[in-house]
């Protein structure tokens, strides 16, 4: 999981993206802000319609931390215990979501930004 910084119709959002060990993108959202509720949101949303994972990898945002943070400690808390989310912040393990970033920036500078 990770999050980059891109032009929509003339305005600076964040992209938030999720994508398997194989790289193919299981999720993506879009916010104004780079904050605990966005990512809370994202998150949310990607579980949502992927289910809950084993591992997230993500980077030293403490946004991301503190939402990963409070969704295992609900699910402590549920009894779920064993559904527990392993958080990893090791740097190049991340190599992955960021490939996909280049594909997503690369089209976004042939087409001067999205235009919708």
């Not at 990770?2 to 999720?27: L, M, P, Q």
């Amino acid at each position: 999981m990770d999050e980059t910084y891109i032009k929509i119709k003339g305005k600076w959002v964040y992209y938030y993206c999720a994508v398997d060990k194989h790289g193919a993108i299981i999720d993506f959202y879009l916010s104004e802000h780079r904050d605990e509720p966005a990512a809370r949101a994202f998150f949310e949303k990607a579980i949502g319609s992927s289910g809950l994972p084993d591992k997230v990898v993500i980077d030293q945002s403490g946004s991301n931390i503190a939402v990963l943070d409070t969704i295992n400690v609900r699910l402590w808390l549920s009894g779920y215990m064993l559904s527990m989310i392993e958080v990893l912040t090791v740097k190049y393990l991340n190599n992955i979501v960021e490939q996909s970033h280049r594909k997503v920036k690369g089209k976004m500078h042939q087409c001067l930004g999205w235009k919708s």
